[in-house]
């Protein structure tokens, strides 16, 4: 999977937003926080991922097990999709 | 891991107290010109377009976009393009268009009057955030009395029904005058024609660059203006659970604080109603701008010790910009904003 680059990361207090750029304005209707982890994986992202490759990332980043970032990864990247963020 | 914010305002509060406590420029205001279409006597800026020595101070396209460029780094999200009128800039897309992609969220103040299927086709390319147009009137008549311009108000709606075609998000705010106070039920009809979103406001303050302003023959007596506000039960509420009367800190809406006005020429000021200190950003770059508006702000005086002493200081809209607007420095009464307080005090404390 890879992010769509209609959305960019700003950092804004300690907050991750996800702010919708051109005609995803209309699409969007307002603003996407994320936390430190999804933060982490968006800005991965911006490459063709796997999940895989994804869990060893975020494993290796964080403390977490490979099966709680997996199943995390996987339910996050579902969100992604329905919210139409990946190409 | 993520959400999509439906609760926008618990969100903005969340940026809003972060922003405060490191000082960051949060929002920004760009009054991109203070040349108007329209010639509206309540004005606190307008200028004729033809206006040279006003046209002749606005920055560059080139040199907001570079604003923009740097106002984000320093943590701007949040940026308002205003007037004067923006669109009569012939120039407006060249700014407005590399803007979209840095990552903001873009709100404009118009009139709506110069929107054209054109104006409205390139907005709906790249959307902004939203657009915000001012309503003087809920018919010709009116709404020309008040902007003093011939054709103004068709050419308004049409502006709107442009932008409402191409789902652009559109807020009426309906600014109320003596002239048009009788009809904020019918601009309020206006609005729900589209469904639109609608705020109306009635707080007045007189021109920043100390020409003659026309106000008095506009502004709402504070009897007319209470019975305009005590329709909106939130806002009545708002008064009276207002802690404005314990504070003494200077600007406690914040403006200076997380957010800045740079004016057509360049010159930041802490907002739209306080025209100071007015430091040139093009000479010294947004950050060192920003750094001399915070001491600015640091070095403002709090309340006078008139007003702290006022029984009605919770129900009062006094801030430095009010003072300097009305009495040249940052500090003490003014006598309109007085009797509104007292008159709220009266009205809101008696119906507990």
């Known amino acids: 999977m890879i992010r769509k680059e209609s959305f960019l990361l700003q950092t804004v207090g300690g907050e991750h937003l996800l702010v919708p750029l051109g005609s995803q304005v209309m699409d969007t209707n307002g603003i996407i926080t994320l936390n430190e982890t999804a933060a982490f994986i968006w800005d991965l992202l911006e490459e063709e991922r796997t999940i895989e490759e994804l869990t ?7 403390e977490v097990s490979r099966g709680q970032a997996e199943s995390d990864i996987t339910l996050f990247a579902e969100k992604l999709d329905q919210n139409g963020l990946l190409q | 891991m993520s959400r999509l914010t439906d609760d926008y305002g618990a969100l903005l509060n969340k940026l809003q107290k972060s922003a405060a406590e490191h000082r960051q420029p949060l ?6 010109t203070a040349r108007c279409n329209q010639a509206c006597r309540m004005c606190y800026i307008s200028r004729p377009v033809t206006d040279s020595i006003a046209r002749n101070r606005e920055l560059t396209a080139a040199e907001w976009v570079d604003i923009a460029g740097q106002a984000k780094k320093e943590g701007m999200l949040f940026l308002l393009l205003t007037g004067g009128e923006i669109f009569v800039r012939p120039d407006f897309f060249e700014i407005y268009r590399p803007l979209t992609g840095m990552g903001l969220l873009i709100s404009l103040y118009t009139s709506a009057t110069l929107v054209t299927d054109s104006v409205a086709d390139q907005l709906a390319e790249m959307p902004p955030h939203r657009v915000e147009v001012s309503l003087y009137g809920a018919n010709a008549d009116t709404y020309e009395t008040v902007t003093g311009t011939p054709g103004s108000f068709a050419r308004c709606l049409k502006g709107i029904e442009a932008l409402v075609k191409r789902n652009i998000n559109v807020v009426l705010k309906a600014t109320i005058t003596r002239q048009n106070a009788g ?8 609005a729900k024609r589209w469904d639109l979103q609608f705020s109306a406001s009635w707080l007045l303050t007189g021109r920043t660059d100390g020409m003659p302003s026309g106000i008095d023959a506009c502004r709402l007596s504070p009897s007319q203006a209470l019975a305009i506000e005590e ?33 057509p020429a360049g010159a930041m000021n802490v907002c739209s109603d306080l ?78």
């Open chain 2, 27 to 32: 929002n920004v205001t760009f009054e991109l």
């Open chain 1, 56 to 62: 060893t990332a975020v494993a290796g980043r964080f």
């Open chain 2, 231 to 263: 329709a909106d039960p939130d806002l009545v509420e708002e008064w009276r659970n207002s802690e404005m009367s314990s504070g003494k800190e200077n600007f406690y809406c914040q403006a200076g604080k997380t957010s800045c006005l740079i004016d």
């Open chain 2, 275 to 352: 025209p100071a200190p007015g430091i040139m950003v093009p000479d010294v770059g947004f950050r060192e701008a920003w750094k001399e508006l915070q001491r600015f702000v640091e070095a403002a005086p709090g309340l006078s010790a008139e007003c702290l002493d006022c029984d009605a200081i919770q129900y009062c809209a006094i801030c430095p910009a009010w003072s300097y607007l009305e009495n040249g420095r940052m500090a003490g009464s003014v006598e309109y904003l007085c009797k509104i307080a007292h008159e709220r005090k009266k009205r809101y404390e008696s119906e507990q």
């Open chain 2, 183 to 190: 009809e904020l039920y019918d601009m309020q009809k206006i």
